[in-house]
């Protein structure tokens, strides 16, 4: 997927971002990861729901939903084809893999959690791609592999949260 800016583009329009005041990475970054915590909230309410019967669940699930909307609408702007949902589904399958090599990390499995973060960390700047413009929506059929780590390697650089 071929980044909607060049480079140079790029620096300019972070650079502008930073100058206008309006945009602060690192807590969009934050936000982001709230997110990610939200929907794994109302995946855990609804299967607790389900486990113990209990309705009261459900509620506490549509309380978290809201909120999790609520978030997810600061960040994503514009609702070209299915962007709303693809964005909420690269956010929780990112925070899934990172639990799942979490645990395997933790059962001495480290080149496979090491593999399994490396997918959730592509599906997190997938996330970034199309929250900060750079993916060109029109070219999502070319795979990733036709420009390996172009764009990954370019939003890395900008999520840098210790580069304040």
């Not at 702007?77 to 639990?99: F, N, P, Q, V, Y």
């Not at 990390?105 to 080149?111: D, I, L, M």
Request: charged share 35%; proline share 1%; glycine share 4%.
């Amino acid at each position: 997927m071929k980044p909607v800016l060049t480079q140079e583009q790029l620096i300019k329009k972070i650079n502008e971002l930073k100058a206008s005041g309006n945009f602060d990475l690192s807590m969009e970054e934050d936000l982001s990861i709230a997110i990610m915590n939200l929907v794994s909230l109302e995946e855990h309410f609804f299967f607790t729901a389900e486990k113990t019967k209990k309705d009261e669940y459900f509620d506490l699930l549509s309380q978290a939903r809201e909120i999790r909307k609520e978030l997810l609408a600061k960040m994503i702007d514009r609702h070209e084809g299915e962007t709303w949902c693809i964005t909420k589904h690269l956010l929780a399958a990112s925070m899934r893999l990172m639990e799942v090599g979490t645990k395997l990390q933790s059962t001495g499995k480290a080149e496979e959690a090491k593999d399994t973060f490396n997918k959730a960390y592509k599906l997190y700047t997938l996330f970034w791609g199309l929250r900060l413009k750079l993916i060109n929506t029109t070219d999502l059929k070319k795979t990733a592999e036709e420009e390996p780590k172009t764009q990954e390697d370019l939003i890395g650089k900008l999520l840098d949260c210790c580069k304040e």
